[in-house]
C-alpha cells in the first residue's frame, strides 16, 4: 500500500542536541512538506519541498533544517537552535503542479526534548 | 493569511445525531478543504470543494461554501462513536496552506 512513514513514533533528546526525524513516501508524489503541531493548535509549516534537491521555508523554519536528495524522503533536523522544540511533528505529501490536490500524511513523531 | 477558523471549538453529540462544524477564513481561496484527526495520528484528508462550488456530497459528509461570507461548513449525518476526532478546515495552496485550530467532535455511543 502506498503511504508516508514516520519514524520513530516517539522521540526523546536532551536540551543541545540535535535529531533527525525520518519521512519516507511511496506515492511517487513530488511535493512534501513538514509541519509542527502543538496541543489544542492547528498546523504551522516548517518546510517544503516542491522538488528534489530543493526546499524552501515555511512559518517557522527558524531552528530547523531539512534535505531532499531523494524523491521519497525528507527528514527533517531540529537543532539545538530551537527554543522550544517539543512538539508533535506531521510530514505530508502531494500531487506537484496542482492547487487542488489534497495532502497525505503519516502518522506522526512527537518529539520531548527536556 | 488565509488561516481558516472552525467553530465551535468542541462538540459532544449522541450518536445518531448529526455534527455541523463552521470554517470561516479571510481571504479569497482556491479551495477548501476538511481534514479529520485521530488523537495522536497524522491527518486524513475527507473532502476538497473548489472555490466555483457550493456544496459538495461524500458519504454521510456534507459541505458547503459560502465565498461571500468567507465560511464554510461540515455536515456529518447520522454520526457514529468513530467519528470522534478533530475536524481541521485548510484553507490556501498546497505549498500555503493554513490550518485553524480545529473542532473537537465526541459522539457517544
Known amino acids: 500500500d502506498g503511504g508516508i512513514t514516520q519514524s520513530p513514533k516517539y522521540l526523546f533528546r536532551k536540551e543541545g542536541q540535535n535529531v533527525t526525524l525520518s519521512c519516507e513516501q511511496n506515492l511517487n508524489h513530488d511535493a512534501m512538506y513538514w509541519y509542527r503541531q502543538d496541543p489544542g493548535q492547528g498546523l504551522r509549516l516548517i518546510y517544503y519541498?516542491?522538488?528534489?534537491?530543493?526546499?524552501q521555508k515555511g512559518d517557522i523554519a527558524e531552528g530547523y533544517s531539512v534535505s531532499r536528495e531523494k524523491k521519497e524522503s525528507f527528514p527533517l533536523t531540529v537543532t539545538s537552535a530551537q527554543k522550544n522544540p517539543t512538539a508533535f511533528y506531521l510530514c505530508?505529501?502531494?500531487?506537484?503542479?496542482?492547487?487542488?490536490?489534497?495532502?497525505?500524511f503519516g502518522n506522526g513523531t512527537r518529539l520531548t526534548v527536556t | 493569511s488565509q488561516q481558516g477558523e472552525e467553530d465551535p471549538q468542541a462538540l459532544s453529540i449522541q450518536e445518531g445525531e448529526n455534527a455541523t462544524m463552521n470554517c470561516s477564513y479571510k481571504t479569497s481561496i482556491n479551495n477548501l478543504q476538511w481534514y479529520r484527526q485521530n488523537s495522536g495520528r497524522g491527518l486524513v484528508h475527507l473532502i476538497l470543494?473548489?472555490?466555483?462550488?457550493r456544496e459538495k456530497h461524500s458519504g454521510r459528509l456534507r459541505v458547503t461554501l459560502d465565498t461571500s461570507k468567507k465560511s464554510s461548513s461540515l455536515l456529518i449525518t447520522a454520526s457514529r462513536a468513530a467519528d470522534t476526532a478533530s475536524y481541521f478546515c485548510?484553507?490556501?495552496?498546497?505549498?500555503?496552506?493554513?490550518f485553524g485550530a480545529g473542532t473537537r467532535l465526541t459522539v457517544k455511543p
Open positions: 519541498s516542491q522538488i528534489v534537491n530543493d526546499f
Open positions: 505530508a505529501s502531494s500531487q506537484q503542479g496542482s492547487y487542488n490536490s489534497p495532502l497525505h
Open positions: 485548510a484553507t490556501g495552496n498546497n505549498n500555503d496552506m493554513r
Open positions: 470543494i473548489r472555490s466555483n462550488e
